[in-house]
């Protein structure tokens, strides 16, 4: 009777457990997406920013137009661009970029003095602190996903049912070292 019993238990057992932990993995993985997603949502504020500011500037600074190129090459750039590595890249390009807008701008008394271009910058200032909070998140999901994928008795189950790791927001190599002053 016992032999039967356990027949019959251990590989009900045995189902809730894989059950359960192919849940936990989907939850993992749709957080991860999740806060992929609301990287993009961040970073599409910004590209919607860009034109505006760019197009305020153009008012001030017209003969600056190979920086303005510059930020539209680099915003474009960005918007294509696939997967975490690719899109780091391209974001820190933009970011570039857009620092050397804002060095333009400090040319022109007229255009820091104006109230859309303040507005705009502020904006803009704000949305970069979402994306560093969005990238932070990201890489948290990530973090935590990756650790369920390879830890024991969750990677069998993630092995069986096709679970893969995903790929960090990380910083290019030349942005990881320190940082040069000069005076």
Do not use: C
Not at 66 to 89: F, H, K, M, Y
Not at 125 to 135: C, H
Not at 144 to 156: C, F, G, K, L, W
């Amino acid at each position: 009777m016992i032999p039967s019993i356990l027949a019959v238990v251990i590989p009900v057992v045995l189902a809730i457990v894989v059950v359960s932990l192919y849940n936990r993995l989907v939850r993992g993985r749709n957080t991860v997406d999740n806060a992929w997603a609301q990287i993009d949502v961040q970073l599409k504020r910004r590209y919607d920013l860009i034109p505006n500011l760019v197009e305020t500037v153009k008012g001030y600074a017209s003969h600056e137009r190979q920086t303005l190129e510059a930020v539209v090459a680099a915003r474009s750039q960005a918007i294509n661009a696939q997967g975490p590595a690719d899109r780091a890249a391209a974001e820190n390009m933009l970011s570039g970029a857009l620092k050397s807008l804002f060095a333009v701008a400090e040319s022109y008394p007229d255009l820091k003095a104006s109230q859309n271009f303040a507005e705009l910058q502020e904006e803009l200032a704000a949305t970069e602190n979402r994306i560093a909070y969005s990238r932070q998140y990201y890489n948290d999901a990530v973090l935590t996903y990756n650790n369920a994928i390879q830890t024991v008795p969750a990677n069998i189950v993630a092995g069986m049912t096709g679970f893969s790791p995903r790929e960090y927001f990380q910083a290019p190599g030349e942005e990881r070292g320190p940082v040069q002053v000069r005076f």
